[in-house]
């Protein structure tokens, strides 16, 4: 059902960076829709990480960044830290759905 | 600050209708973007649709997975707006979450708590 793929999980030793990709196409983010990003911690609704492809929203620390390109975009988390231990959600907009589409969702473990 | 409150059964039987209301405080309902979106236990978000007011009208726009099954209202003097999903199946258990966004293309900025809705035979 997601229109935007990424990969199911991730892992990294505290300290190390990790990244996410979030693949899309022609329709989404190579159409020049902005990516944006979510934090899920177990049982809690997403809480919005990265907006417009690399902006932080004010409280989000600064190891968190975000980059698009072409019908891609990534998301790096430098110095992992145990509180980092989420699953993660890309955002975008899709031309052929109408609306709003979500990537597959991303499990970083911090080992 | 936007806070969004879903609320409704929490246990539908099969083949019926799925009803929620989501309740709004805290800033304006115009001109802003309300959606339902979906989470099946354990895997991802699925946009369901959205109610837009602007200009005196409501506008909206359904995910074409369940645009023959899905409707959502605004009523804008109770700062609600509601998802109806007829003919539900076990398919459509999931935690439902209301949120806002400020316009197409843009990002969810406020989401509801979630509420888990649970199809039975």
């Known amino acids: 059902q997601s229109v935007l793929t990424q990969p199911p999980s991730v892992s990294g030793a505290p300290g190390q960076r990790v990244t996410i990709s979030c693949t899309g196409s022609?329709?989404?983010?190579?159409?020049?829709?902005?990516v944006h990003w979510y934090q899920q911690l177990p049982g809690t609704a997403p809480k919005l990480l990265i907006f417009?492809?690399?902006n932080r929203p004010s409280g989000v620390p600064d190891r968190f960044s975000g980059s698009k390109s072409g019908t891609s975009a990534s998301l790096a988390i430098t110095g992992l830290q145990a509180e980092d231990e989420a699953d993660y959600f890309c955002?975008?907009?899709?031309?052929?759905?109408?609306?709003?589409?979500f990537g597959t969702g991303t499990r970083v473990t911090v080992l | 600050q936007v806070q969004l409150q879903e609320s409704g059964p929490g246990l539908v039987k099969s083949s019926e209708t799925l009803s929620l209301t989501c309740t709004v405080s805290?800033?304006?309902?115009?001109?802003?973007?309300w959606s339902w979106i979906r989470q099946p236990p354990g895997k991802g978000l699925e946009w369901l649709g959205y109610?837009?007011?602007?200009?005196?009208?409501?506008?909206?726009t359904y995910n074409p997975s369940l645009k023959s099954r899905v409707s959502i209202s605004l009523d804008t003097s109770k700062r609600q707006f509601s998802l109806r999903l007829i003919s539900v199946t076990a398919a459509d258990t999931a935690v439902y979450y209301c949120?806002?966004?400020w316009g197409v293309g843009h990002n969810f900025d406020f989401w509801g708590q979630g509420m888990l809705v649970t199809v039975s035979s």
């Open positions: 955002q975008s907009h899709d031309i052929t759905v109408g609306g709003y589409v």
């Open positions: 417009g492809n690399n």
């Open positions: 805290g800033g304006s309902i115009s001109n802003y973007y």
């Open positions: 022609s329709s989404n983010i190579g159409a020049v829709y902005d």
């Open positions: 949120a806002r966004n």
């Open positions: 109610v837009y007011y602007g200009g005196g009208a409501n506008y909206n």
